[in-house]
């Protein structure tokens, strides 16, 4: 029974994350995580390649659109780990009434912030990518894609926050299943509304952000029923989305913290692409290819780390603090046999990688140059991307803010502006300073961690 009196319904879906064996519980609630965030990141390289298949000035423009969007995403992530971590540690203690009104009131968050992107988005579209100087035809393909995108922004935000707070829960296995259903209709759509096969028209990179939205909108309509339907280990009623300060305000006191390290981050890469900028169109294109290859090849460190994330939050919620820190060193060894195995192969293939996005052999090598150069620090990026998810979950999302800006505002773009500007590596000199980012934001959060203070946060 529940703190409350209700006892959750036992489901192949559910289990108690706080008993049994840790590395067992651990691969039991990431594994759906990995396949889900390989999904996702699969579909954005998918996207790109048939982008790809335009030119190097659409890939430069949907490239730059990403920076934005990934500015607006960061809002939401922000956001999403206080309603993660409450609903974790409430669920963790047996609370399901109060976990299930956390996730209402995250769909009523989630749709009322969707709505004002939605509307900003479209408008703001061609003022914001302008300020980066782009050339004509780069600035003309970015703002195509961001606004398509941003029109179906409100169904973007209920698919997110509906997914995350499933699996905040304990249901990961849900989400997975959502997410390989709509990314199988983005996957599909994706090339007929880019080059107009068949009976679509020709979309461009407007196709691309379409078969997006298409998705999402289906993705959307889909968690909700889960969760409204009383299909899902969460169980919120239509009470539930009725405004209720005082959990916005718990929700606002954990997320800010994310909120802000993830808006500064992304400025940050904002900031970066401004030094690319400079050196032309095809560093600009090799770097967003290169961004989004990172981006899948840490789909196991962020399934991983996010599974301990969950983990930990179950665990101090019933007062297991050994166990939650015993679930997070298993996750960073899990995943620096991946990234070592990542790193391998991309120095010993990187050309042939890159080379599933372009034809242009001075694209393919500059690209693969910026592959090379990342793969040292998938070294050390293990630590920081189940660390920082473990510590978030825990609530304790202070730390998390101050080692990122640090990292992004005291090394990175200090140490890029000065490669890239007065050594002889030239833009070669951005990628380098972002290694030393991850190699710093890597050691500090290991420190605090090792630290145990999170153990202690009331969330």
């Known amino acids: 029974m529940s703190a409350t009196g209700v006892a959750p319904r036992e489901s192949k879906t559910t289990r108690d994350w706080t008993k049994g064996s840790v590395f067992g519980n651990l691969l039991l609630l990431s594994w759906p995580m990995v396949i889900m965030e ?3 990141s699969v579909s954005q390289v998918v ?14 423009g949907v490239g730059m659109a990403n920076i934005v969007v990934m500015l607006v995403m960061s809002v939401d992530m922000g956001l999403l780990v206080g309603v993660r971590a409450m609903i974790a540690r409430h669920m963790g203690a047996g609370d399901l009434r109060a976990a299930s009104h956390v996730a209402g009131q995250a769909v009523l968050l989630a749709a009322s912030w969707g709505v004002i992107v939605t509307l900003l988005g479209v408008l703001l579209a061609r003022p914001v990518l302008g300020l980066f100087h782009l050339e004509g035809d780069v ?26 707070s499933l699996q905040a829960s304990g249901d990961t296995l849900t989400p997975m299943i959502v997410e390989a259903a709509i990314r199988s ?34 993705g959307a309509v889909t968690v909700v029923w889960i969760l409204f339907g009383g299909r899902g280990r969460l169980r919120p009623v239509v009470r539930d989305l009725v405004f209720a300060p005082r959990i916005v305000w718990r929700i606002l006191k954990i997320g ?14 904002i900031a970066l692409v401004g030094l690319i900028v400079s050196f032309g169109t095809l560093a600009v294109a090799s770097h967003s290819v290169a961004s989004r290859l990172e981006m899948f090849l840490l789909v196991p460190g962020m399934g991983l780390g996010a599974g301990a994330g969950v983990l930990v939050g179950h665990n101090l919620g019933a007062g297991r603090p050994a166990r939650a820190s015993r679930g997070a060193w298993l996750a960073v060894g899990i995943v ?11 120095l010993l293939f990187a050309e042939a990688v890159f080379g599933v996005f372009s034809r242009d052999p001075e694209l393919v090598r500059l690209g693969a140059d ?4 990342a793969a040292v620090s998938y070294l050390v990026v293990a630590l920081s991307a189940v660390l920082q998810n473990c510590i978030a979950g825990a609530g304790d999302t202070l730390p998390n803010m101050i080692i990122s800006i640090a990292g992004v505002w005291v090394v990175q773009l200090p140490l890029a502006f000065a490669l890239s500007r007065f050594t002889s590596l030239g833009v070669y000199g951005v990628r380098w300073a972002m290694v030393a980012a991850v190699v710093a934001t890597a050691t500090a959060y290991t420190a605090y961690f090792w630290t145990g203070r999170w153990k202690s946060k009331a969330v």
């Open 38 to 40: 390989g999904l996702w």
């Open 47 to 60: 996207d790109m390649i048939w982008v790809g298949r335009l030119g190097a000035v659409s890939m430069a």
């Open 139 to 164: 600035l003309r393909e970015g703002v195509a894609y961001t606004q398509v995108l941003f029109a179906g922004w409100a169904s973007m935000e209920l698919l997110i926050f509906g997914l995350y």
């Open 185 to 218: 209709v983005h996957l599909a759509l994706c090339p007929f509304l880019v080059m107009g096969w068949w009976l679509f028209p020709q979309l461009g990179v407007r196709g691309a952000a379409l078969s997006n939205v298409i998705a999402q909108v289906l």
């Open 256 to 269: 800010v913290p994310a909120l802000v390290m993830n808006l500064q981050s992304s400025a940050g890469s």
């Open 336 to 346: 620096e046999a991946f990234m070592l195995a990542w790193c391998l192969a991309i």
């Open 370 to 373: 910026f592959l090379r150069i």
